[in-house]
């Protein structure tokens, strides 16, 4: 195995030097050629002063009980490298050497390691440690069902998800700690559900609420502030045209009237009578890159003879004129207050050229 610091202090003094010089030649010499050692524990409620020792070379940490339990890289000296493996049940704090620094953080400030995560540190210049490029999960599968509480634990900085078979299947973000990212992919089928872990909020959700992204988009979540993550605004699809047949009366069918920015929707057969929304619940649903307090624009088209009168479904408010003439459209902003709730604000209406 690796050298620990304080043996190579004693090897340097025994040595006949001063103990801190030969201390990290010695280190840098056989840092790099040390044996893994596996069986690390992660020392209880965390911090760096008691923090469990790294040594250079592989440490496999095989107990971290509670997030923010801690262990401590060797001395950072120049040329050495450690390669750190979480399989504890919690992430991990990982701290240097007092007075020492990880890539740009502050002296003495640790990086948070993921469960199931390994991460490499190197050392170019005495005294920080610096990280490798972030790890990349492939092939993840979104929990069948949905839900937070068996939701798929998301362990690396990028993670891409290849298996979301049914809307709203999920997976779920580590704990939320300062100066961490992680991205996720959905390359799945359908709308991924991406839970907080728990306890955890996103932006400006309540806690342990999901944001929904759409198959083919991906988004990156940061943390400033401890038990949240932030995501820059969705780029939702722009704009979405469909023709509709059905006759009336009639509810909206699933994706008639959401799955963009702009949507268009044009109604052949309604006749003179009701057609009435889907609830605020399934047009949520229905919109994954949009979040609670987002609005997108609806124009409802009514090319046929007779008029339209639009009914409100369960959640939904309806405000301003409900009735379209025959061969006439009318423009309505579409805001969601939450996850169950929207507000349908007719602005204008005009012919249906």
């Keep these: 195995m690796g050298l620990s610091t304080a043996t190579q202090r004693a090897l340097a003094y025994a040595m006949g030097g001063n103990g801190t010089a030969e201390a990290a030649e010695i280190g840098t010499a056989l840092g790099n050629f040390a044996f893994p050692v596996n069986g690390y524990t992660a020392f209880a409620t965390g911090g760096q002063a008691s923090a469990t020792q790294l040594d250079y070379g592989v440490s496999r940490i095989t107990t971290c009980a509670t ?3 801690s262990v401590k890289l060797p001395l950072a000296t ?3 490298s450690c390669i750190v493996i979480n399989r504890g049940a919690s992430a991990v704090d990982v701290f240097p050497q007092t007075g020492e620094a990880i890539d740009a953080f502050a002296a003495n400030a640790a990086l948070r390691q993921f469960a ?8 170019a210049v005495a005294g920080t440690w610096n990280t490798a490029n972030p ?4 092939a993840i599968t979104a929990f069948a069902g949905g839900g937070q509480g068996s939701a798929t634990l998301l362990t690396q900085a990028i993670n891409r998800v290849t298996v979301c078979a049914t809307l709203g299947d999920s997976v779920k973000l580590p704990l939320a700690a300062v100066n961490q990212g992680i991205t996720v992919i959905n390359r799945g089928a359908t709308g991924l559900d991406i ?5 955890d909020a996103i932006d400006g959700l309540a806690a342990n609420t999901a944001v929904r992204i759409s198959s083919g988009a991906s988004v990156t979540f940061y943390c400033a502030v401890a038990g949240t993550w932030n995501t820059p605004r969705f780029s939702p699809v722009e704009a979405k045209y469909g023709t509709v047949a059905t006759a009336g009366p009639a509810t909206a069918g699933a994706g008639e009237m959401t799955g963009a920015g702009f949507v268009v929707a044009e109604y052949t057969n309604i006749g003179a009578n009701n057609l009435t929304t889907r609830t605020a619940t399934q047009m949520f649903a229905e919109s994954p890159d949009f979040k609670v307090g987002d609005s997108y624009v609806l124009v409802v088209r009514n090319v046929n003879a ?3 009168t639009i ?6 408010t309806l405000t301003g004129t409900a009735t379209i003439a025959a ?3 009318r423009i309505y902003i579409i805001t969601f207050t939450s996850a169950t709730a929207l507000v349908m604000q007719n602005v204008m209406g005009g012919i249906a050229a």
């Design 327 to 329: 061969n006439t459209e």
């Design 67 to 69: 997030a923010g339990d």
């Design 195 to 199: 839970f907080p872990f728990t306890g």
């Design 135 to 138: 790890l990349a999960l492939n």
């Design 116 to 123: 199931g995560s390994m991460q490499t540190f190197v050392c």
């Design 306 to 308: 007779g008029q339209i």
């Design 311 to 316: 009914v409100a479904g369960g959640g939904v």
């Design 78 to 80: 120049a040329g050495a």
